[in-house]
């Protein structure tokens, strides 16, 4: 079993920033990807930026160029910067790992952007 320790949400004024972070722990032999989904009050939940843990990284195009994924392997850890926030960014944001075919979430971290 895999377990998701998320922290950094916050209400932060439009155009600042903030960085989230996941710490997985457990039964973690053989990560694929790690990553960072949001779901908005009244909307369905949607991807962000996944860090496929052999290199690749995939961003939704609303993020590109103002949020970054990385990882800490060591750790077990993934992040994501994001700056220049927009009221739009509001949402829930939610930690993902894939391990061994298995998918895990983890609670959820509030980002309040103020316009």
């Known amino acids: 079993q895999v377990q998701l320790a998320e922290s950094g949400g916050g209400l932060v004024a439009a155009g600042g920033s903030l960085r989230l972070s996941c710490a997985a722990s457990?039964?973690?032999?053989?990560?694929?990807?790690m990553g960072w989904y949001r779901q908005a009050p009244g909307k369905e939940r949607e991807l962000v930026a996944t860090?496929?843990?052999?290199?690749?990284?995939n961003y939704a195009d609303s993020v590109k160029g103002r949020f970054t994924i990385s990882r800490d392997r060591a750790m077990n850890s993934v992040y994501l910067q994001m700056n220049n926030l927009k009221p739009e960014d509001t949402a829930i944001y939610y930690c993902?790992?894939?391990?061994?075919?298995?998918?895990?979430w983890g609670q959820g971290t509030q980002v309040t952007v103020s316009s």
């Open positions: 860090y496929i843990f052999a290199g690749a990284t």
């Open positions: 457990g039964s973690i032999g053989g990560i694929y990807l």
């Open positions: 993902r790992a894939v391990v061994a075919g298995h998918d895990s």
